[in-house]
């Protein structure tokens, strides 16, 4: 007889966690938005009165979209296309939205407590598990961007200043992006011996970058090698001549841009140059030992730019 309150009330209990072990699985393929954060977002939308349709959904980011892959007990998979916002939370925030708009357990006082989020490419109202949609794709942010730039240089040998443009490559590999550059400083004079050598070493360098922020502001980071081609030429010497060289280096910086709501993006960087192995410029002269004039081996260059997304 004392067995029967217990089984009515874990009966009880059962049917009240029924809701919850039929919450749809949540997974995501990238950490913006996580499929943590989309959860308790979730959690905070769906009713606790009303059944919640078992199922599961997949998160997609690609580009510039967030792909949505939406599966049901009995019902046909489905694909639900949003813009992928560069603020991870209001990705989280449509995301959530939309999958409770598919479950059908949207209250309306939910609605009143969400976030502002971007409009949604779809209507929410229409997601419900059945219904038929026509799916219209966001513009995808441009991930093709070429630049220029101007810097100004300090090393050893004093100030000068570089031009420089550049192709980018955003997005490659998941957040990751490759950018060439080739920079063009300005020609130096150095004291050599009796005369003077102009010197001159355009760079180009190849840099893997990853944003370390998001939203308007953009701090990314970069690193990659570089290759330097080096022209003397001489000026005040018996004999005048003029020579080539090549080298290799890396390059390390930080860049932080602005976005606006066109394609353009204007930036400030601050990068170093490092070249390894040292270089000479010299000057033999005859009966006496030759004279030796050390090239930078630091560089460092701070310059304003801007960029404009093509593709």
Known sequence: MRAVPWAAGFGALWMTALPALAAPEISS??????????????????????????GAAHIRVQGGQMVLELAGEGEPAASRILPAEADCHLRAQAAALVIAAWLDNLPADSLEQAESVPALAIDPSSLHPGSTVTETAPPVPSRFL????????IDGQGLGGVLSVEAAW?????????????SFPLPRDMNVGQGKARWWRPVLALDLRAPLTQGDWILDAGAGPVFGLLLVAGN???QNRTDLAVSWGATVGVRLAHRNRSNWLYWAELRTLLWPVAQHIRNEVQ???PRLADL????????????????
């Open 29 to 54: 393929d990238s950490d913006c938005p996580s499929a943590v954060d989309v959860v308790a977002r979730l959690t905070g939308l769906l009713s606790g009165n009303s059944p919640v349709a078992s």
């Open 146 to 153: 070429p630049g220029a730039a101007a810097f100004a240089s």
């Open 170 to 182: 955003r997005n490659l590999v998941g957040r990751f992006g490759l950018a060439t550059d080739v």
């Open 236 to 238: 005040g010497f018996q």
């Open 287 to 289: 009966g006496a030992a």
């Open 296 to 311: 930078p081996r630091i560089e460092v260059h701070l310059g304003l730019g801007c960029s404009f997304g093509v593709l």
